[in-house]
């Protein structure tokens, strides 16, 4: 038994036989019927020696076949009997040594199984998984229309000089099981809510009678997208739905791509304001309320990143589609005054105000931070500006704000932070609503009273839970939202000559000189700030750069490519300055006929990107796949553990992507 098995498992006389009817046929064609009479019989001798070991090798390999599986379950009785199909394969060859008579009976093919490789008979099936030890095939395997769960185990020959290596594996018809399995998620329950987000803008100044019309065409659009699908559509309020589908209908909506994001803005208000709407899907819960809650919550993330788009929410994260319009200001000023109180009520509750902003501070960061010390101040607490002076692109500013004696002690290390923090801290986070992007990770995680001022698109990744959420992405600027919080915290006298200043730049940064994302509001803030003191000509010198500078920026401007006709990319193959790079994808934008921009550049390990768009291109949707953040006109990533080469490739994948979709 131990060293027959080798012997048993070579070739039979298949091939020899078949080259001796070859000689048999070629002798008759060549007119030597001797010849040919004496081969016939050769070859009539071999066949009837090959039967007669074929047989014998079937025979000695159904007696290893039962002894082995007898000594692998410990058990007397006969597992050849067993009901379900079973197959022994040879791991090197993938080929079948043996199979009982269930699995001859699936396959159809009788004994004509023997010898063929596995995956000729079941195309696409492999043994490698148990090659690496695993016991069961991973996934299904369909066959003739019914569908197995496949489970196996490895048998070792006991040869000393060469061990043959194979497996016996069970075939399990669990196609009933799965079906209903399959049917069952099928009909799960999804739940969306389908909100028009400018409907107040729609109805407004107009008649009761152009109300009901326009609100019979927006129920139309949004009736006949259902029923496409299906599910039961019911209207909550005057411009809020709930739709409730089975789960099956989901992978129609997607290929649809949210359709009723385009046709309903085929409805418009006497005036020419175009209905938006937005879609969040929430699918995969336990239950009507957990599938409800996605629901809200996709809702809520869809209004957060602009509106206009459909989030799906499931157990896990969030994925988004549409949102290629650009945003437009639906703030008002009683949710400003809100929030200025109820900050102001956090801050007086605290014993420590800390205010950090998101990794590589930039000058909106800062200027949005020098508001929080300002409101603070007024408020008689002391808050402190945490950040690491080392990486930040705002220096400049730092400097001139530490001029001034009460600044003295404000800005702070993180170390020095996590010590003065304790359980009654506030953490006031500006620019950022990312978690992973904030500077001082440690001292998110430490605090637990925090609030968010940001202008980003949300993420799905974001900083939760929060005792107080300013979250605009209609706003241009973290320091535009600080400053009308400081117009219902401070008078124009309590703000600082500097930090007007500050204020004023952090806005000047992110429209580019008032040239993108800025409404009415902006010009308010601006106002504002310089009734409060600012400076505009301090504004310019804190964006002014030296020689080699300037020098390092059009040189990035020389390595820049035109891709699509209107996006200009440029990758670097050296390091970069982030501001230097940052303002290069600005000026690449003065550019006639570019649309897009964007600039590559390693940076201590990392792939950096800078997006800026003037467009119709969205930077932010184009770099989120990359793992990117920011908003529509300005954007950027950091990839870790990729070559340029690599990201560049990727970047220009997201870019076809979202011009082909």
Not at 28 to 40: H, P, T, W
Not at 176 to 203: V, W
Not at 335 to 357: C, D, P, T, Y
């Amino acid at each position: 038994m131990k060293n027959r098995i080798k012997h048993i498992l070579e070739p039979g006389m298949g091939l020899y036989f078949a080259i001796m009817i070859v000689f048999t046929v070629i002798a008759l064609l060549l007119k030597q019927y001797f010849l040919a009479g004496i081969e016939a019989i050769i070859s009539l001798l071999m066949l009837i020696y090959y039967r007669t070991e074929r047989a014998w090798r079937q025979k000695e390999i159904d007696q290893y076949v039962h002894t082995a599986l007898a000594s692998l379950v410990g058990a007397s009785q006969d597992m050849l009997s067993l009901p379900f199909p079973m197959a022994l394969l040879k791991i090197s060859s993938s080929e079948i040594m043996w199979s009982n008579d269930s699995f001859q009976a699936i396959t159809g093919l009788g004994s004509g199984v023997f010898e063929k490789k596995i995956h000729e008979v079941f195309p696409g099936f492999s043994t490698t998984w148990l090659a690496e030890g695993k016991s069961e095939q991973p996934g299904e395997v369909q066959y003739n229309g019914r569908r197995y769960r496949v489970l196996g185990t490895l048998i070792r020959s006991d040869t000393t000089d060469s061990p043959v290596l194979m497996a016996m594996t069970f075939w399990i018809d669990y196609t009933e099981y799965l079906n209903i399995r399959d049917e069952y998620i099928r009909s799960r329950p999804a739940i969306a809510t389908i909100l028009i987000d400018n409907y107040e803008e729609l109805i407004t100044n107009l008649s009761d009678s152009a109300v009901s019309s326009l609100n019979a065409s927006l129920n139309e659009k949004i009736n006949h997208w259902c029923e496409t699908f299906g599910g039961l559509l019911r209207k909550l309020e005057r411009n809020r739905f709930i739709f409730i589908f089975e789960a099956r209908s989901l992978p129609a909506i997607l290929e649809d791509k949210f359709s009723l994001l385009d046709t309903i803005r085929e409805v418009s208000s006497p005036s020419g304001i175009s209905a938006t709407v937005s879609i969040g899907v929430g699918k995969d819960g336990n239950g009507f309320q957990e599938i409800y809650d996605y629901s809200s919550l996709a809702i809520e993330m869809s209004l957060s990143r602009g509106g206009d788009q459909a989030v799906v929410k499931d157990n896990y994260n969030f994925t988004f589609y549409g949102g290629r319009t650009k945003e437009t200001e639906r703030r008002t000023k009683v949710k400003s005054r809100v929030m200025a109180n109820s900050l102001k009520e956090l801050i007086r509750q605290s014993s420590n105000v800390f205010v950090v902003g998101h990794r590589n501070t930039d000058i909106d960061a800062i200027g949005a931070a020098s508001g929080v010390v300002c409101i603070a101040r007024k408020l008689g607490k002391q808050a402190h500006i945490v950040t690491d002076q080392q990486t930040t692109l705002a220096l400049s500013l730092i400097e001139l704000l530490r001029q001034k004696s009460e600044y003295e002690g404000v800005f702070i290390t993180e170390q020095d932070a996590l010590l003065l923090s304790d359980s009654r801290s506030l953490l006031v986070v500006v620019d950022t609503n990312r978690p992973d992007q904030v500077e001082t990770k440690a001292l998110l995680e430490t605090v637990q009273r925090i609030a968010v001022i940001d202008h980003h698109r949300r993420a799905a990744d974001y900083i939760d839970p929060v005792a107080l959420n300013l979250h605009e992405p209609y706003a241009s600027s973290a320091a535009e939202l600080t400053t009308e919080l400081l117009q219902y915290t401070a008078d124009p006298q309590d703000i600082l000559t500097e930090e007007a200043i500050a204020l004023l730049a952090g806005i000047v940064l992110d429209t580019k000189n008032f040239s993108v994302r800025t409404g009415s509001r902006t010009f308010e803030a601006a106002a504002f700030l310089r009734r409060s003191g600012a400076d505009t000509v301090e504004v310019k010198k804190l964006f002014q750069n030296d020689l080699p500078s300037a020098l390092s920026r059009y040189k990035i401007l020389q390595a820049a490519r035109l891709y699509r006709g209107e996006i200009a990319i440029a990758a670097l193959d050296e390091a970069a300055d982030r501001a230097i790079a940052s303002q290069a994808a600005d000026e690449l934008l003065n550019i006639t006929g570019i649309t897009a921009s964007f600039v590559l550049y390693p940076l201590d390990g990392r792939i950096f990107i800078s997006g800026r768009s003037i467009g119709e291109a969205n930077v932010q949707m184009i770099l989120e796949p990359l793992g990117g953040g920011g908003n529509a006109a300005t954007a950027g990533a950091q990839i870790s553990e990729k070559a340029m080469s690599e990201v560049l490739k990727d970047l220009v994948t997201s870019i076809d992507q979202y011009y082909e979709s």
